[in-house]
């Protein structure tokens, strides 16, 4: 074997201990899951909260769904990642309590690869929604 | 040495072992929208019966503050050793009975059963419906003990040197008391022992003694 083919075959050694080696030390995905806040907020109908629900899940995850027909109740999933799963999730749910409405906001997150937890992905969302609230 | 063809390849190892990696890449599966209105019964009804459809399914059910009647609860996957599977159960006193919404989340594929089954499971445990069985967590594999004649897993001693002993793992590695690393095969009652070279030795009947040229050891089982 000449030098030159010692030199190749060490480099592609190296470098598949480096991409191999990598995998043994990454930590195994996790669940991670928030119940997040749940409040009342008086004196503000149950449409606010929809649509205060639906624009704090967009500016955090991507395409808010209500679930059926005005249940108040919404659903969206953070950006496939490469293997065109999604690594976030949340809902928050709104309902109607007389002039009033209660709110909640539950969050999902498989970590790694997500880089929030559940809990900061709630939080993110929960101050979205006070941005757009009253 | 043709630097560029150095740094090509060593690229090309680097893209074979990330492309191992796209097979452990999961999903979050996230279920809403159950959610059931009790004209009757107290928080404190919906919380004891919330607990207990929970911890139904999952170990462990914890209230976020006490009083607040929301409750959640995780799930392990023994085999990955990670959380594969939550739930929430939320419940909130109304003027009249309660309000009680349940939200899961599950990781797919750890996860053998989707986040809708486990909700409606727990849904159906807390105000009735019917009960679908869902598909059973995987379970780690036991690490065998005693003396099989399968494989070599556990303590072995030199014979000819007290001092020298090995532990054998499950994966086919072995470990001296050096700490020294190697690997067994056992093929029938003839196993190789990667050890410094090869070594061809011969597992007695009973499991408890390997011999061979260079090595013969006892197995403390």
Redesign the interface.
């Known amino acids: 074997m000449t ?2 083919s010692r ?2 075959v060490a ?6 201990i ?3 080696g ?2 043994s030390a990454r930590a ?6 928030n ?1 997040g806040v ?1 409040k009342v907020v008086a004196n503000q109908p149950v449409s606010a909260c929809n649509n205060s629900a639906k624009a704090a899940l967009n500016s955090v995850l991507q395409d808010a769904v209500e ?2 027909g005005d ?1 108040g ?1 919404w ?1 969206a ?1 953070g950006a ?12 928050v ?1 709104c ?1 109607p ?1 007389g002039g009033s409405y ?1 709110v ?1 906001f ?1 969050c ?3 970590v790694p ?1 997500s880089p929030d937890s559940a809990a900061a992905l709630c939080t993110k969302i929960t101050a979205a929604f006070d941005s757009g609230a009253r | 040495m043709n630097v560029k063809r150095g740094l090509w390849l060593f690229a090309i190892a680097i893209f074979l072992g990330s492309q191992s990696q796209t097979a452990a890449v999961a999903s979050v599966d996230l279920s809403t929208g159950i959610r059931y209105v009790s004209d009757s019964g107290t928080l404190s009804d919906c919380s004891a019966k919330a607990k207990a459809a929970l911890e139904t399914y999952l170990p462990g059910a914890s209230e976020s503050s006490p009083g607040s009647g929301e409750w959640s609860a995780m799930g392990q996957n023994v085999a990955t050793g990670a959380a594969s599977s939550g739930a929430a159960v939320r419940c909130y006193p109304l003027p009249k009975g309660y309000l009680v919404t349940f939200i899961c989340a599950v990781q797919l594929p750890a996860n053998p059963y989707p986040a809708h089954a486990l909700c409606l499971n727990i849904a159906h445990k807390f105000y009735g419906g019917a009960i679908t069985p869902l598909a059973a967590m995987p379970t780690a594999t036991p690490v065998p003990t005693g003396c099989a004649t399968t494989n070599l897993v556990g303590s072995w001693v030199s014979d000819n040197d007290p001092k020298l002993s090995f532990n054998m793992q499950l994966n086919g590695d072995l470990t001296d008391n050096e700490g020294v690393s190697g690997n067994w095969i056992i093929d029938g009652e003839t196993v190789t022992l990667t050890y410094y070279g090869n070594h061809t030795l011969k597992l007695s009947p009973d499991g408890k003694h390997l011999s061979g040229p260079g090595y013969n050891l006892t197995r403390k089982c």
Do not use: K, W
């Open positions: 030098r030159i030199c190749r480099l592609l050694a190296v470098g598949l480096v991409a191999f990598s995998l195994p995905a996790a669940l991670d899951m119940v749940g679930l059926g249940t109740e659903l999933f496939p990642d490469s293997a065109n799963g999604s690594t976030t999730a949340a809902a749910h309902y309590l209660l909640t539950t999902a997150a498989q690869p």
